[in-house]
């Protein structure tokens, strides 16, 4: 089981996108174990794009995440970091697959809709930024045993 972080971006927030994206998660099988709607400020983007600050293009990345509210998830799953990367498909939308998140819904780079962390470390460091302990509701859905066996 893992725990990753997912934040629907501004411009997903904006377009009134946020059900029909977590129903996608949600119809995959995974736990959203906490959700809260937030304004990011410009030093939670500079300490969750730490690695693009002083990229040329961290500028316009600030002021897109700080525009609107984002809604913060985290969300568990077996291998939760893969399969939710694979559902949003790739970074742009305009190469992302149809059937993913990103390639039914985005067109672009940078307003691509999702954040989600790209490993395991960097969701543990994510996660840290966006919620405290007592935030995570952990839990088994009845439906687990319809879901997947036991051992998996």
């Given amino acids: 089981m893992q725990r990753t972080l997912v934040l629907l971006k501004p411009d997903c927030v904006q377009r009134r996108l946020m059900g029909t994206i977590i129903k996608r998660f949600e ?3 995974l736990n959203i174990v906490a959700m809260k709607m937030i304004r990011v400020t ?3 983007s500079r300490q969750h ?3 693009h600050v002083e990229k040329p293009f961290y500028p316009s990345l600030e002021e897109f995440i700080t525009s609107a509210p984002v809604l913060a998830m985290a969300i ?3 291998e939760v970091i893969s399969v939710v990367r694979g559902t949003l498909g790739a970074t742009s939308g305009l190469k992302a697959a149809a059937g993913t998140i990103r390639g039914d819904y985005s067109s672009s780079r940078q307003m691509n809709l999702v954040h989600a962390s790209d490993s395991e470390e960097s969701a543990a460091r994510e996660l ?4 405290n302990q007592e935030e995570l509701c952990d839990y ?3 439906a687990t045993a319809f879901m997947r066996t036991a051992d998996e």
């Fill in 128 to 131: 840290e930024l966006y919620f």
């Fill in 140 to 142: 088994d859905p009845v």
């Fill in 76 to 78: 568990d799953g077996l």
């Fill in 27 to 29: 119809d995959k099988g």
């Fill in 42 to 44: 410009p030093e939670l």
């Fill in 49 to 51: 794009y730490a690695e």
